[in-house]
């Protein structure tokens, strides 16, 4: 086997391995159209987590990409019920550019309403998606959202995709150079263009690499890790499209050491979202 070393023989024997806990930062929630999940009601997701030692699962509403009212609704409801196991992406679309500033007030108000004013937030940033919406990241109907994640370092997930003019690292770099503040996760790392979307995350100090579907490709961690580091660099599933002992299969058994191997699976989750791991 390509990686051997403690962490993949504990994992193959155990399924999980205890003082190795999982975090992942790229997962759906709800059904969706034309597509049967087995694994998307809480009790289930909270099954596949617990099999594989996923201890904080951050998720987006699939309703939300196209009513975000409701999905946002649904997804801060699911939080609430389980607020030591998830957390929520609030997902915001571009295409209605006259209701942004009552989605970005909804998102505060729930923040609070969730947090009782202090308690952890239910919400840990935004999520964006330029090719659903049919909107480049660039374009200025985000501006609104990236004002105020940049005001308050929020975080924010993007899809990002390889192509020109959409969500490549191209559009990615130019938004974390005009909101260094914002800690922007590349979801599926840019697919295609790895190497150049590593580089964008070793030259932009808030830009990582997250993983959702790079495990399909061969080489492609390992070109991550040795352009970017594995300190720029997290796990995600797109749960419950994929489940996830595919993903940390796929670091266990690509180059690397165990230490980037825990950067990856947890620690650097931990380190963004500030999630107890206790
Ligand atoms: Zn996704």
């Given amino acids: ?28 929630f709800g059904p969706y159209r034309a597509i049967h999940f087995p694994r998307w009601r809480p009790e289930r997701v909270l099954d596949s987590m617990d099999r594989c030692g996923v201890r904080w699962l951050i998720m987006s509403a699939h309703a939300a990409l196209v009513d975000t009212e409701r999905g946002n609704r649904e997804m801060a409801e699911t939080v609430a019920a389980h607020p030591d196991r998830f957390r929520g992406w609030w997902v915001l679309n571009p295409n209605y550019p006259e209701r942004m500033q009552r989605e970005l007030d909804g998102f505060e108000s729930r923040q609070q309403a969730l947090g009782h004013g202090a308690g952890p937030a239910a919400f840990v940033g935004f999520k964006l998606h330029p090719n659903w919406h049919e909107t480049p990241l660039t374009d200025d109907r985000y501006r609104p959202a990236l004002e105020y994640a940049n005001d308050r370092a929020l975080p924010i997930l993007s899809h990002t995709w390889q192509g020109k003019g959409m969500s490549s690292y191209r559009e990615v770099a130019q938004v974390a150079g005009e909101f260094p503040r914002i800690p922007l996760l590349m979801g ?20 990582y690499l997250e993983l959702t579907a790079a495990y399909s490709v061969r080489g492609a961690l390992e070109i991550m890790v040795e352009f970017a580091g594995s300190r720029k660099i997290t796990f995600g599933t797109d749960h419950p499209w994929f489940d996830p002992h595919y993903g940390i299969g796929c670091i266990l058994s690509a180059y690397m050491t165990d230490e980037d191997r825990r950067n990856i699976l947890y620690r650097n989750a931990q380190r963004i979202f500030d999630l107890p791991l206790d």
């Fill in 1 to 28: 086997m390509i990686g051997e070393g403690r962490l993949t023989r504990e994992f193959v024997a155990h399924g999980r391995v205890d003082d190795c806990p999982v975090i992942d930062t790229h997962a759906h």
């Fill in 188 to 207: 599926h790392a840019g697919y295609g263009d790895w190497e150049e979307s590593a580089k964008v995350a070793r030259d932009h100090e808030n830009v």
